[in-house]
């Protein structure tokens, strides 16, 4: 028996019995604005009117795409000046990505529209406090390398996806100045602004929260800017080992998926999933972009290291040499989607980013609701198919401690 059956077969005795795998999708409502701002507003079944609401707001740009010089970070300096509150207190919490920024809080409802209006506010070059503004770029300090971001830059050598601004690679270092306040305002009216933007809300009434998000929105007005356009990163030729940053002793082991139209993200959702499996454990970090897909796990030590790898390359080569999968792995990856969707919809915080995400990604937000569906009707050959387009040999990195090949150094395992 393959090595990656085996490692299936042992995985589905310890699998837990699965149920229907039915998880109901919540009630959606979608609306907009004239100036481009998507309204989602979902009300999960069953569920009594809450006193708060889960909200998720998604801007159009991030630390690889925000056009800025080395040291200047100016994405993650806009997501730190519009979270910004006093000593104790917190309203909004940012996630900066390569190309978007979420922004997120649970409120209740009759402060909801007071925050969507201060998030609006805080995004406009007229709401540029000079006072706020000092304060925030007198403290950024861009965070410290870590173990993704060399795998990141391993999978993406020669674009802006490949190094965060303020560490080091393509986004450059933090050394540069601080903007001044006139460079921050051009900024946010260039960037940031309702076009493209996403509004994400869960719980309450649906026609209040819609009126509530015009009336905050109504102020910020598109972003006169261009998004730069994607360049096509070539796919690796060979398996890539680079050493951490100094002093970073996490070892990550994982894929670049390759890009493929992917209409309702279901190929990297199952790529995803099966790769879970034969790990016998969840991904450290998953990045979509628009290229493909990072996926990442974290080995503690070198025995550790050497049992996800072998587990791992198995998996890759069975694909890449046509061997089918198992009706079993197939199923188990299922209900490991099955799993993740339950998480997923487990607090109303945690659906609005399901939504977010999967809105952002393929415009389609009620997707993972019908994806084991869509997969069982295509069954485990077309399955397999898909994988062997996404997962190749020739995209898994490692990232390992000093001693190791220089960052960027590759070699063929």
């Known amino acids: 028996m393959p090595c990656v059956e085996l490692l299936l077969g042992v995985a589905a005795l310890a699998a837990p019995a699965a149920g229907d795998g039915a998880v109901e999708p919540p009630a959606l409502h979608e609306s907009g604005l004239e100036s481009g701002l998507r309204v989602l507003v979902a009300t999960p079944q069953g569920a009594a009117a809450p006193s708060a609401v889960a909200a998720e707001f998604v801007l159009a740009v991030g630390w690889a795409n925000d056009e800025t010089g080395p040291g200047r970070d100016l994405a993650l300096r806009m997501a730190e000046f519009v979270t910004k509150a006093p000593e104790g207190e917190a309203h909004w919490q940012a996630d900066v990505r390569p190309s978007t920024t979420h922004f997120r809080g649970e409120f209740q409802v009759d402060g909801l529209e007071a925050e969507l209006a201060t998030l609006s506010k805080w995004l406009t070059a007229d709401g540029v406090d000079e006072a706020r503004f000092n304060e925030v770029m007198q403290a950024h300090r861009a965070p410290a390398a870590d173990a993704f971001d060399r795998f990141r830059e391993a999978a993406w050598p020669t674009s802006r996806l490949g190094g965060r601004a303020g560490q080091g690679g393509q986004g450059g270092s933090s ?85 493929q139209e992917d209409p309702h993200g279901d190929a990297r959702a199952f790529a995803r999933a099966w790769l879970e499996e034969l790990a016998g454990r969840p991904a450290a970090r998953f990045e979509e972009t628009p290229q493909g897909a990072l996926l990442a796990f974290a080995a503690s030590d070198m025995a550790s290291e050497q049992s996800l790898r072998d587990a791992l390359v198995a998996g890759a080569e069975q694909l890449a040499t046509g061997r089918p999968l198992s009706d079993a792995g197939f199923r188990l990856a299922l209900d490991r989607l099955d799993l993740r969707l339950a998480e997923a919809t487990a607090t109303p915080a945690a659906l609005a980013r399901l939504l977010a995400e999967e809105a952002t990604a393929t415009q389609e937000p009620l997707a993972p609701f019908e994806r084991r569906r869509r997969l069982e009707r295509e069954g485990a050959e077309a399955a397999a198919r898909r994988l062997r387009t996404a997962l190749l040999p020739a995209g898994r990195i490692e990232v390992a401690p000093p001693p190791a090949p220089e960052p960027r150094a590759t070699e063929g395992t």
């Open 175 to 259: 050394s540069g100045a601080a903007p001044t306040r006139d460079a921050f305002k051009e900024f946010l009216a260039q960037r940031c602004g309702c076009e493209g933007a996403l509004l994400v809300l869960v719980g309450g009434r649906p026609a209040a929260l819609e009126l509530m998000a015009g009336r905050a929105f109504s102020g910020l007005p598109r972003a006169r800017g261009v998004a730069p356009a994607e360049s096509l990163e070539p796919f690796p030729s060979r398996p890539r080992l680079v050493a951490a940053p100094p002093g970073v002793q996490q070892r990550l082991i994982g894929f670049r998926l390759a890009w």
